[in-house]
Each structure stands twice: as structure tokens, then as C-alpha cells.
């Protein structure tokens, strides 16, 4: 079992940039890791995930070129760069992981991950 935790999160204004950490305990290098969002009144998202190996990411069409995801399995973290944000980026973002026995293996469905962290806030203003 692997626990999560967001950090990160904040108020910046439209264009700028943030960068979300998602800390994970246990062997966070088996798990295929994924950041989702949920913007108020609407349900949660998929944003951007990473396969086990690094080599391998995906990302929703509103944020490729603006967002990056990355791993750093010795720190048990991985990252979400944001640049270039907009207000329809408001939301909360939460990391999720899954166990995954291909090291290419990547997921965008919300149900496919098993484990999540309580999100962090990020608020763009125009």
C-alpha cells in the first residue's frame, strides 16, 4: 500500500507557474502514478500520468505544452510543472498511484487507480 500527500498548491496569477509535488511512501517505483483535478462543480479529471519507467506520459489536451509530469523514484516524488496557467486551471489537483506489472504501462481513467491523496488547491487568477 502506497500514501500519498500533495504539496504545492497555491494563488498565481493567469500565466504563471506552479509546481505540485506528490510524496509517496512504500516503493513508489511500482506504481504507475497519475495527477487528476476537480474544478467546483464539475467532477474530477484526468490531467497527466507516467509510467513506472518515466519514459512513458500522457496529458489531457488542455494542458499539453503547458504541463509537464516527472518522477523522481529515489525522492518517492513525483511532479506536475505547470506553466503558462489559466484560470479554467482552477481546481484541485490530487496524485494517484497504482500497482502495475509493465514498467510502460500508463493509465487516464480516474477508476483504474487504487490510492489518492486529499489534493492541494490551486487558484488562478485573471
Known amino acids: 500500500q502506497v500514501q500519498l500527500v500533495e504539496s504545492g498548491g497555491g494563488l498565481v496569477q493567469a500565466g504563471g507557474s506552479l509546481r505540485l509535488s506528490c510524496a509517496a511512501s512504500?516503493?513508489?517505483?511500482?506504481?504507475?502514478m497519475g495527477w487528476f483535478r476537480q474544478a467546483p462543480g464539475k467532477e474530477r479529471e484526468f490531467v497527466a500520468t507516467?509510467?513506472?519507467?518515466?519514459?512513458?506520459?500522457d496529458y489531457t489536451h488542455s494542458v499539453q505544452g503547458r504541463f509537464t509530469i516527472s518522477r523522481d523514484d529515489a525522492a518517492n516524488t513525483v511532479y506536475l510543472q505547470m506553466n503558462s496557467l489559466e484560470p479554467e486551471d482552477t481546481a484541485v489537483y490530487s496524485c494517484?498511484?497504482?500497482?502495475?506489472?509493465?514498467?510502460?504501462?500508463?493509465?487516464?481513467?480516474?477508476?483504474?487507480?487504487?490510492?489518492w491523496g486529499p489534493g492541494t488547491q490551486v487558484t488562478v487568477s485573471s
Open positions: 507516467i509510467s513506472r519507467s518515466g519514459s512513458r506520459t
Open positions: 494517484a498511484a497504482r500497482s502495475a506489472l509493465n514498467k510502460l504501462a500508463y493509465y487516464t481513467r480516474l477508476d483504474a487507480y487504487y490510492y
Open positions: 512504500g516503493r513508489p517505483s511500482e506504481y504507475v
